[in-house]
């Protein structure tokens, strides 16, 4: 029989305020002892936890809810506490499990979580939920939280904290900007903001937000874009009162939210309908006639059942953004690609990720097939250098009728789905110290590549990031990585090789790399130069030579890959993915031997992610296949805010990458593939001539079902220019070499029809988007596999 106790207080019960929860019939009871603004949950005894948190890793002493808006899994440390609840009703669960942390998160589910530090008070409440037994979400009507401000329109002067950053905002500050501060706030990505327009958020997330004139801008970097960002949604009453920020969820909060979606999907249909765009319109009527159904029926009960009015609007505001992604267009041809880290140890697990990537619409997964120094599948290459020939993690795995070789399975059932497998790999990183010696060093410790200030003779991990690295300048090492990429291209149906770490780490002079015994002993065999008695102040410019040989060394490096990799498939692709800063720069030295290349886009507005792109398009010939990384699913962002990003990053390049799909969730994954994602892809970078012609197909199609009906062209021109994409078809199929004049007359063509007003110049405008993106395919199909 289970031990049952009064209601818990914890630290957020320290009060003897009267909470009045209303349960499924809308009838009050009074809880004692809990305080009216406090999410809580209760089991069918009567006790009662207060919730601390809401999808926050932080669980030691809390107990932190998880949900589906998270993630698939709840990432918290093993040892945890956690229940798995199935959701039965409104605010109603059924207890399915209990486990020791990284729950699976059911989809419209939850989990309960606790760290292994914590009360006896929350441990005991968990331990005491059985399977099978029913709880209760007790959720308040009214959540309103207070912080202090940092500034209000910040100078040097006033916030001088702030003074040296963007926008005058410091690191963990609270800011606000009105009207008076200018009309941006002038802060960088790397932060959160909400504007608020007559005391209602209208916009979250972003840096240089616009003021606007009839409100204001809350930024917050650190723990405050956190405190923001967890207390905000659209529709959420915001005041500033003597710099005190409030910030109130309620009812009304919740109807203006759903109010907003519904009008933003009626936007986007009616533009989409004025711009011609071929969308998903009969989908996205019916999902815009049932929010406005389910809010009418929560504005009816509003009074009388509250928490049913609130689940109901909840639901309106679902359907809304339904409505909007059925209202965007799918492009047929791009890159739809994922990181991924695998952790499956069978076949069902391998299945079950393919199906959600599939779900969204993925058609390239960077699977990483090299992590900690070791391969994910039974490598014989490590076996014949007397290495573990396989990550621990896998080696006992069961993977059907592929045996214990994961990336195979992954590879055979990736293609069933459409989707194939590009090998992300962590090149010369090989290890962090938490998980122990690399087996690399074991056997050959001369390997490592070591600091300058390490003076113990000895391999150590890096001194800011505690990572092992490979000494990449050495032959004996370049060699042993040559193979593992030639063994896994050569054995493996993948399309390319996406390398990271391809070099040292960067630091300043004590901390810098290329102090191996072996490393300094080649270069002093080719200058007469013990490295290690440079300086960059006492002989810069021979200190300048000996970095630009070990740049020389990583540059060898790659290129020797590159010709390994076209030796074997002349369609086989070589992406870098530079970070900002010295890598990003560092780029230009492989633009001989790099196919594509993705940049790191940090921020989650258009304007950040693509100056992120244009400053990296600056180092590379014109012609490289670009995709854009972002990083919605890492950083948890709504499923709204992970379709605009992918929306953002579209533009000016041949698709996506988003970081990773550990931290994906389920109803992200559900919006893009009802929205961007819908239809099928052809991979420009793996098949730039199907996808091409695959562009161009779609042209002739859009003129004769919509631009010909809808009056965005007449039916003579129509027809004319439906030719002209059919012949340039052809010569795309026959003789490529000579389509870039066919191309240029096609896209000339175009615009006159615009110019003589016979085509709806949107349409002419997207026409020669799309030609001009098939024709750079062509080219780059020329440059890289020829």
């Known amino acids: 029989m289970k031990k049952k106790f009064k209601v818990l207080t ?35 005894s009567g006790d009662q936890m207060a919730i601390n948190g809401k999808n926050q890793l932080a669980n030691d002493n809390k107990l932190i809810l998880f949900n589906d808006e998270f993630s698939y899994y709840t990432e918290t440390q093993k040892g945890s506490m956690e229940v798995v609840l199935e959701k039965t009703g409104v605010n109603t669960y059924r207890v399915v499990k209990d486990t020791d942390g990284d729950s699976a998160i059911p989809e419209d589910g939850l989990v309960l979580s606790t760290g292994d530090i914590s009360s006896t008070e929350i441990r005991s409440f ?24 940092n500034a209000v329109d910040p100078t040097r002067e006033s916030n001088p904290d702030g003074a040296v950053f963007d926008g005058f905002r410091g690191p963990d500050q609270l800011i606000v900007y009105k009207p008076a501060f200018g009309e941006s706030t002038k802060t960088n990505q790397y932060g959160y903001e909400i504007t608020v327009e007559n005391g209602f958020v209208t916009k979250l997330g972003g840096g240089n937000s616009k003021i606007p004139k009839n409100g204001f ?44 979606a519904i009008d933003q999907a009626r936007s986007s249909i009616e533009k989409a309908k004025s711009e011609y765009l071929d969308v998903a319109f009969e989908e996205a009527k019916a999902a815009i006639q049932k929010a406005e159904s389910l809010l009418a029926e929560a504005e009816a009960i509003k009074t009388s059942d509250p928490i049913r009015s609130l689940d109901k609007t909840r639901q309106a505001t679902q359907s809304a953004y339904d409505a909007y992604y059925y209202s965007l267009a799918s492009h047929e041809a791009e890159q739809r690609a994922i990181w991924y880290r695998p952790e499956e140890t069978t076949l069902a697990g391998v299945n079950q990720v393919l199906d959600r990537m599939e779900k969204a619409g993925f058609n390239s997964v960077y699977l990483e097939t090299t992590f900690w120094g070791y391969t994910i599948y039974p490598s014989d290459v490590m076996k014949k250098y007397g290495l573990p020939s396989q990550h621990p993690r896998f080696a006992n795995g069961d993977y059907g009728k592929y045996g214990k070789d994961l990336l195979a399975a992954y590879v055979k059932e990736g293609k069933k789905r459409g989707m194939t497998i590009q090998a992300w790999t962590d090149g010369f990183m090989i ?50 990585m040559l193979d ?6 050569a054995d493996y149906d993948i399309k390319g090789l996406n390398i990271d770490y391809m070099r040292y780490p960067h630091h300043k002079f004590e901390q810098s790399y290329g102090f191996s015994e072996r490393t300094k002993r080649l270069y002093q065999e080719k200058t007469g130069i013990d490295p290690y008695t440079l300086s960059p102040t006492t002989t810069p410019a021979e200190w300048e030579e000996w970095l630009q040989w070990l740049r020389d060394r990583e540059n060898e490096f790659v290129d020797k890959l590159h010709v390994q990799t076209k030796g074997l498939n002349k369609k086989f692709m070589l992406t870098a993915t530079p970070e900002p800063g010295p890598e990003a720069v560092q780029i230009s030295d492989w633009k001989e031997d790099i196919d594509g290349v993705i940049p790191q886009a940090y921020g989650h507005d258009f304007n ?53 799909f550990g931290q994906a969730s389920a109803p992200s994954v559900d919006a893009l593939g009802k929205g961007p994602w819908r239809e099928k892809a052809i991979n420009p970078g793996e098949e730039p001539i199907l996808a091409s012609r695959t562009v161009l197909k779609d042209i002739e199609k859009q003129i004769m079902k919509i631009y010909i009906p809808q009056g965005a062209v007449n039916k003579k021109e129509g027809l004319s220019l439906k030719l002209a994409i059919k012949k340039l078809n052809k010569v795309v199929e026959k003789d490529i070499k000579n389509s870039s004049v066919v ?20 349409v002419g405008e997207r026409m020669k988007a799309d030609l001009l993106d098939a024709k750079m395919w062509v080219n780059y199909a020329l440059k890289h596999q020829k």
């Open 10 to 44: 914890g630290s957020l019960l320290a009060t003897s305020l009267v909470f009045s929860a209303f349960d499924l019939s809308g009838s009050v009871k009074a809880q004692e002892n809990v305080p009216y603004n406090v999410l809580s949950v209760k089991d069918e």
């Open 431 to 480: 290890g962090e110290s938490s998980i122990g010696v690399p087996s690399q060093f074991a056997k050959y410790p001369e390997w490592a590549a070591i600091q300058r200030n390490n003076i113990t003779g000895t391999f150590q991990p890096d001194t800011a990031s505690k990572y092992y690295w490979l000494d990449i300048a050495q032959p004996d090492v370049q060699d042993f």
């Open 608 to 660: 950040s992610i693509q100056k992120t792109v244009t400053e990296s398009k600056k180092l590379m010939p014109k012609g490289t296949m670009y995709y854009t990384g972002i990083y919605s699913f890492y950083h948890h962002l709504s499923e709204m805010a992970s379709v605009n990003d992918v929306i953002s990053a579209k533009y000016g390049t041949s698709g996506v990458n988003m970081f990773a």
């Open 126 to 149: 968990l331990t005491q939920l059985e399977a099978g037994e029913s709880v209760t979400l007790y959720e308040p009507t009214e959540k309103r939280e207070q912080k202090q401000s």
């Open 217 to 260: 801008v809350v930024s917050g970097h650190g723990v405050n874009s956190s405190w923001i960002s967890s207390n905000s949604i659209i529709g959420a009453k915001v005041k500033v009162s003597e710099n005190v920020v409030e910030i109130v969820q309620d009812v009304e909060s919740f109807q203006y939210q759903s109010q907003q």
């Open 743 to 762: 191309f240029d007359s096609t896209v000339a063509k175009v615009e006159k029809a615009v110019a003589d007003e016979k085509l709806a110049p949107v």
């Open 484 to 489: 593992i990429y030639k063994e896994m291209q």
